[in-house]
C-alpha cells in the first residue's frame, strides 16, 4: 500500500514536470503570464511530491518491508536507525530519488527567488531544469523503481554495503548530491538567456550566485568524503584518484575555474562565450560523473551493481551536448565583447591563465579517468590508470596553480607594471626562502618538497597581506583594528571570502606536501608483549578481544599501548569487523592524532589459533590534520563568498528598478 | 698526483663500504615492509582499484605470498612484477606500461598542455595586436575614448579609504 503511494507520486512528479516544461515555454511563445506562472507552480510542486515519496520509502525502510526489493537490498532488521534512514541513499534506485528529491528542491527555491526579476529567463529556466528533471524521473519511474516489488520475499534483508555503515554516511552523500544537482541551476539559467538571446548582466549574476552554492557543497563533499577515506579505508590516505572520486573532482574544477572567469565578465565585459562553455561544460560533466559511477564501466570501489541505466545515461549526455553546442553557436556572435585585453601583465591575462591551468589539470584528470576504456577498446587490454599517473602529471599544474594564486592578486585590472609585481613580490619571496632554508635545517630533502614548500609560504604571506594592506587603508581613516579588519570583509565579500579560500586551499597543500612526501609506514608481526617502532613511536601488543558487535557483527579488537619519546601517552584499538552473513571483513584503523603528525594504525590479520600473535600496519603521517583544518578555512570563506550581500543586492535592486523605468514607455 | 691518487681510493673505499649488502640479503627471511614494496605498486585483479599492499582478500594475501616466496629466491622488483603482468595482464601494474599504444596514456595529456599553450599565448598575442592596431587607429581619429588609465598605485585601496568616509 505505501510502495503503490509511493510510486504514484513519483509517477505523478513526472507528470507534472512533463507538464512545466510544456506550459511555459508555450507560456513564454504566447506571451502569457498565466500559461508562465501555471509552469512555474507545476515546478514547485515537484519538491513537496518528491518529499512524500522519499518519506514513503523511508518509512519501508523503517518498517523493514522486504516486500519492497530496494529495501530488501539495502536493509537487515538489526541495523540501526540512523542508517536504515540513510539507506535512502545507499543504492541505486533510492539514491536516484533522493537526487531527484534535491533536484526538484533547488529548481522550487531557484523559481519562486526573483520570481519578478527575470521574468523573461524564468520559463526557459524552468525548460532546461525541467529536462533534467524528467530525464532522472523516467530513470526511477520506467529503470530503477524503488518501489518494486520482490518476486519472493525473503526473512531477512541483505543490509547495506559495510563500507556505508559509517556516521560519514549521513553528511557525505547528501553534500555531494547538492553539489552535483546544484550545477543544474546555472546551467538552466545559463541555457535560457541562450535560447531568449537576453545576454545582458541578468543572467551572470544568477548563474554565479547558485554555482557558489553548488560549488559550496561539492567542495564540502569532496572534503568530507576524504576524510571518510582515511577513516574506513584503512590505507592511511584520503585521496586516490579513484574514478568515482575524479568524477566528482572533475565537475569541481570546471566549476572553480567559471567562478574565477566569470569575475573577467563582471568587470570588463569579456569572454562571455567562454563563460557559457564553463557552465555548460560543468553541466555534462556532473551528468558524465553521474554516468561513470552509476554504469559501472569504470570499475571503482564506489561502484553501484551493474545496472541498465549506463546506455540511457550516454544517450542524455550526448542529446544535451547537442542541444547545448547549438544554442552556443548560434549566440555566437551576440556574445562577442567589443572590449580587449591590454595588457598580458593584468588581472584579466591572470584569470585567463588560471583557467588554463584548470582546464589542463580537468584535461589530464578525465583522460586519466577514461583511458582504460580507451584502451580495451583500441589493444582489447585493460589497464589502469592509478595515483602515479595522477601525480606526475598534475603535481606540476597544482603548483603552478598555488603560484598564481599568490601573484595574481598583485596584478591590477586593464594593465600593471612588471616592475610594481616584482617590487611587491620581493620581500615576501625572500621569506618564503627563508621558511624553506628552515625546513632545509629541519631534515627537508625532497626538492619536490621544498619547491612546494615556498610556493606554498609565498602565496600565504602574500595573501595575507592583502588583509593587512586593505585593513591599513581602512585604519588611516580613523577606524579600530577590529571594526576596520571585519568591515574590510564585509564590504568586500566575495574578495575576502575568496582570499580566505586561498588561505584554506594553501593550509591544505601543506598538510598534502607533508603527508605525501614524508608519510612513514612499517609492518609488522608481534607477539603478545612485542613493541614495535615507527619514527619516535613504540607500540606494545597487549593482546586482542573477540565481541559480537551489533546485528550480524564479530569484532576483533587490538589493545596496543603507545608511547611517544619513551613516555605512554594512550591506547589505541584497532579492529576488524566482520559481517558474519555476507563473511565481508572491514578493518577499522585507530589514530593518535596530534598537530604535527598522526600515528595510524591498522589490524592486518591475527591468527586466532595461537591467539598470541597478530600483523599490524603502522602509518606516519605528518601535518596530516592540516588538510582537514585548511578544509574548515575553506568552507569558511567559502559562505563569506556566497552569504548574501545587503549592499549588493541593494544596487542590483535599484539598477533594476532603474531600467524598467527606462523600458517601460517602451512596453 | 699523489694526493689525487690517495683521494680517489679513499673515496673507491668509501663507496664500496657504503654499497648495499645487496645480493646477501636474500639471504635473511623477507620482511613484510619488502613484500609490500612491491605489492604497492601492484592493482588487485579481483577488488577493483585497489592496490595490493592494502587488499584484505583472501586472493591478495595469496598473491603477497608469492611475492615473498620469489623475493626469497632472490628476484628482482622488475621480475616479480613482469612474472604478474605475465598471467594476469597490464591491468595489475598502476600505471599503464610506457610502451606501444600506452605511450598515448602518458604522452597526450602532456602534449594536450604544451600545444594548449602554444595556441593560448598566440592568442592572447593576436588579443594584444588587434589592440595596437585600435591605438593607432584611435591616435590618429584621436577621438576615440581613452582607455582608462593604467592603475596608479592601489586604486582599490583608495576606494576601500573612499567607503570609510562615506560610509
Known amino acids: 500500500m505505501i510502495a503503490d503511494l509511493g510510486f504514484a507520486a513519483i509517477l505523478i512528479a513526472l507528470l507534472v514536470a512533463l507538464y512545466a516544461a510544456i506550459a511555459s515555454v508555450y507560456g513564454a511563445q504566447k506571451d502569457d503570464a498565466r500559461w508562465a506562472e501555471s509552469g512555474r507552480n507545476a515546478i514547485a510542486i515537484i519538491f513537496p511530491l518528491l518529499l512524500l515519496a522519499s518519506g514513503l520509502l523511508i518509512s519501508l525502510l523503517l518498517r523493514n518491508d522486504f516486500s519492497v526489493r530496494y529495501v530488501a537490498n539495502v536493509t537487515s532488521t538489526e541495523m540501526p536507525t540512523y542508517l536504515k534512514i540513510t539507506a535512502l541513499w545507499g543504492g541505486q534506485a533510492g539514491s536516484l530519488l533522493f537526487w531527484n528529491l534535491l533536484l526538484s528542491g533547488f529548481t522550487a527555491a531557484a523559481m519562486l527567488r526573483k520570481w519578478d526579476d527575470q521574468r523573461e529567463l524564468m520559463p526557459y529556466a524552468i525548460l532546461v531544469a525541467s529536462i533534467t528533471q524528467i530525464f532522472f524521473l523516467a530513470l526511477v519511474v520506467f529503470v530503477e523503481n524503488p518501489f518494486a516489488r520482490s518476486a519472493v520475499i525473503p526473512a531477512e534483508g541483505q543490509g547495506l554495503n559495510p563500507l556505508l555503515r559509517h556516521p560519514g554516511m549521513i553528511i557525505h552523500p547528501p553534500m555531494l548530491y547538492l553539489g552535483f544537482t546544484g550545477f543544474t541551476i546555472p546551467y538552466a539559467f545559463a541555457m535560457a538567456a541562450l535560447i531568449t538571446g537576453k545576454l545582458d548582466d541578468g543572467w551572470i549574476r544568477t548563474t554565479r550566485r547558485w554555482t557558489l552554492v553548488a560549488w559550496l557543497f561539492l567542495s564540502l563533499g569532496l572534503i568530507l568524503g576524504g576524510r571518510w577515506a582515511y577513516d574506513v579505508l584503512g590505507w592511511g590516505g584520503y585521496w586516490a584518484w579513484d574514478p568515482v572520486e575524479n568524477a566528482s573532482f572533475i565537475p569541481w574544477l570546471a566549476g572553480t575555474a567559471f567562478l574565477h572567469s566569470v569575475m573577467i565578465q563582471e568587470k570588463r565585459n569579456m569572454f562571455k562565450v567562454w563563460n557559457m562553455v564553463l557552465v555548460v561544460l560543468t553541466y555534462l560533466l556532473v551528468i558524465y560523473g553521474t554516468f561513470i559511477v552509476r554504469s559501472g564501466v569504470i570499475s571503482s570501489v564506489h561502484s553501484f551493481a551493474q545496472s541498465a541505466v549506463g546506455p540511457l545515461f550516454f544517450g542524455f549526455l550526448g542529446i544535451m551536448l547537442v542541444f547545448s553546442a547549438y544554442w552556443l553557436l548560434r549566440r555566437r556572435d551576440e556574445l562577442a565583447s567589443p572590449n580587449q585585453l591590454e595588457s598580458l601583465f593584468s588581472r584579466e591575462a591572470a584569470f585567463l591563465f588560471n583557467n588554463f591551468v584548470f582546464l589542463g589539470i580537468l584535461f589530464a584528470t578525465f583522460w586519466g579517468t577514461n583511458y582504460p576504456i580507451i584502451s580495451e577498446l583500441f589493444t582489447g587490454e585493460r589497464v589502469t590508470v592509478g595515483p602515479p599517473f595522477y601525480n606526475s602529471v598534475n603535481g606540476p599544474l597544482f603548483l603552478i596553480l598555488l603560484l598564481l594564486m599568490g601573484v595574481a592578486p598583485l596584478t591590477m585590472w586593464y594593465r600593471s607594471s612588471l616592475k610594481r609585481i616584482g617590487m611587491a613580490a620581493r620581500w615576501p619571496a625572500l621569506g618564503a626562502l627563508g621558511g624553506v632554508a628552515i625546513a632545509f635545517t629541519i631534515g627537508v630533502q625532497s626538492w619536490g618538497a621544498l619547491l612546494g614548500l615556498w610556493v606554498i609560504a609565498f602565496s600565504f604571506i602574500l595573501t595575507v597581506l592583502e588583509f593587512w594592506k586593505g585593513t591599513r587603508a581602512r585604519m588611516n581613516r580613523g577606524e579600530s583594528a577590529w571594526s576596520a579588519f571585519s568591515n574590510l570583509m564585509g564590504r568586500n565579500r566575495r574578495r575576502y571570502g575568496g582570499y580566505w579560500i586561498h588561505l584554506g586551499v594553501l593550509v591544505m597543500a601543506f598538510g598534502i606536501v607533508g603527508s605525501y612526501f614524508f608519510q612513514q609506514e612499517t609492518q609488522i608481526r608481534l607477539q603478545e608483549g612485542e613493541t614495535a617502532r615507527l619514527g619516535n613511536y613504540e607500540m606494545t601488543f597487549n593482546g586482542v578481544r573477540q565481541f559480537p558487535g551489533p546485528d550480524d557483527l564479530l569484532i576483533k579488537e587490538a589493545d596496543l599501548a603507545i608511547s611517544y619519546n619513551g613516555n605512554y601517552v594512550r591506547d589505541l584499538t584497532p579492529r576488524t569487523e566482520l559481517y558474519t552473513r555476507t563473511g565481508q571483513p572491514m578493518t577499522i584503523p585507530s589514530t593518535r592524532s596530534t598537530i604535527s603528525e598522526d600515528f595510524y594504525v591498522i589490524m592486518v590479520s591475527w591468527e586466532n589459533i595461537t591467539a598470541t600473535a597478530a600483523t599490524f600496519r603502522l602509518y606516519l603521517n605528518p601535518l596530516i590534520n592540516w588538510v582537514w583544518g585548511g578544509g574548515f578555512i575553506f568552507i569558511f570563506g567559502t559562505l563569506i563568498a556566497a552569504w548574501p550581500d545587503p549592499v549588493e543586492e541593494k544596487v542590483s535592486a535599484a539598477t533594476r528598478a532603474r531600467r524598467r523605468v527606462r523600458t517601460q514607455p517602451a512596453a | ?167
Not at chain 2, 679513499?10 to 645487496?22: K, S, T, Y
Not at chain 2, 592568442?123 to 589592440?131: D, I, P, S
Not at chain 2, 582608462?148 to 576606494?159: G, N, R
Request: aromatic share 8%.
Open chain 2, 1 to 167: 698526483m699523489r694526493f689525487f691518487a690517495t683521494g680517489t681510493i679513499l673515496l673507491l673505499v668509501v663507496l664500496f663500504l657504503l654499497l648495499p649488502a645487496g645480493p646477501a640479503a636474500a639471504q635473511e627471511p623477507v620482511t613484510d615492509d619488502e613484500v609490500n614494496e612491491i605489492a604497492r605498486e601492484l592493482y588487485c585483479p579481483v577488488c577493483e582499484n585497489t592496490p595490493l599492499d592494502v587488499c584484505p582478500t583472501q586472493a591478495c594475501e595469496d598473491w603477497r605470498a608469492e611475492i615473498r616466496a620469489q623475493l626469497s629466491q632472490g628476484k628482482s622488483k622488475n621480475e616479480i612484477h613482469q612474472y604478474f603482468v605475465e598471467r594476469y595482464g597490464a591491468k595489475v601494474l598502476a600505471t599503464p606500461p610506457q610502451e606501444g599504444f600506452n605511450l598515448i596514456a602518458w604522452i597526450l595529456p602532456i602534449g594536450a598542455v604544451v600545444i594548449g599553450a602554444i595556441f593560448f599565448g598566440r592568442y592572447l598575442k593576436g588579443l594584444q595586436e588587434e589592440k595596437d592596431l585600435d591605438e593607432t587607429a584611435d591616435s590618429a581619429q584621436s577621438t576615440a575614448p581613452t582607455p582608462p588609465p593604467a592603475a596608479t598605485e592601489d586604486k582599490y585601496l583608495s576606494q576601500v579609504e573612499k567607503e570609510v568616509r562615506e560610509g
